[in-house]
Each structure stands twice: as C-alpha cells, then as structure tokens.
C-alpha cells in the first residue's frame, strides 16, 4: 500500500469523506465541545491523530433533510 506524503493527509481525509457526500474539517487539534458527531481521533500511517467533524454548512444540510 502506498501512503500519501504527510503534508497531504488531512486533504486526502477531507476528499475521501466528499466522495461520500459529507462536508468535513480535518485539524490536529480535538474539538472545544463535543458533538453526537465527535468520534476518536484518525490516526494517519505517519502518526498524527487527525478529528474529523462536519462542517456547519453539513449540519445545515442535514437537519433540513432530517438526517442524523
């Protein structure tokens, strides 16, 4: 398996998630405030934890089409 150069992790997990219809933020940093969305932290194959929310613009979309 061929792995992404480290400064390309955070975009890649970004893209993989848009692929499934899902607006995300990736940063290194945990959230301030828990959500029913937070999860544990990805960590890539370089070691760095990445959290993964969804963005304010998905929520939106979400709860106007009464998903999750």
């Known amino acids: 398996m ?3 150069p ?3 992790c955070a975009d890649l997990l970004a ?3 848009a692929a499934m219809g ?3 933020t990736v940063s290194t ?3 301030t405030a828990r959500s029913p969305y937070t999860a544990d932290p990805f960590t ?3 070691g760095v934890s ?3 929310e969804p963005t304010a613009a998905q929520l ?3 709860a106007a089409e009464d998903l999750p």
């Open 2 to 4: 061929r792995f992404p």
């Open 6 to 8: 480290h400064g390309e």
């Open 15 to 17: 893209e993989q998630m």
């Open 22 to 24: 899902v607006e995300v």
């Open 29 to 31: 940093e945990p959230p």
């Open 44 to 46: 890539c194959p370089h």
């Open 50 to 52: 990445y959290w993964i």
């Open 60 to 62: 939106t979309r979400w």
